[in-house]
């Protein structure tokens, strides 16, 4: 393989990765419905990676993620509830009050 046709391999690959936001990275990611059921709900959230495969299946997991932590971000939430993960994910975004919404290994 060229030097060149690398080279552009590796640029596209960290072009198609999504970050978090500051905003968004603030934002607890939970699969677990007590978690949210004394917050504020905001909103539906959706997100859909263009990766996809057994090779793009965990990128497109991560890229999801995140994309739904921003939107959560966007609404003014703090945690946002996982219904569907994978290229095509969705979550419900919700503001919680509290101590804390730092996740124990328990509630994620």
């Not at 978090?20 to 859909?48: E, I, M």
Request: proline share 6%; aromatic share 4%.
């Amino acid at each position: 393989m060229s030097r060149l046709a690398l080279l552009l391999i590796c640029a596209v690959s960290l072009l198609a990765c999504v970050s978090t936001t500051p905003q968004g990275a603030k934002v607890r990611v939970t699969s677990n419905p007590d978690v949210v059921k004394p917050c504020q709900f905001l909103g539906n959230v959706r997100a859909t990676s263009g990766w996809g495969g057994s090779a793009g299946t965990g990128l497109a997991g991560s890229n999801t993620e995140k994309t739904l932590q921003n939107k959560t971000a966007s609404l003014g939430g703090n945690v946002v509830f996982v219904v569907a993960s994978g290229i095509h994910a969705s979550g419900e975004a919700y503001r919680c009050d509290g101590p804390s919404t730092t996740p124990t290994p328990s509630q994620r």
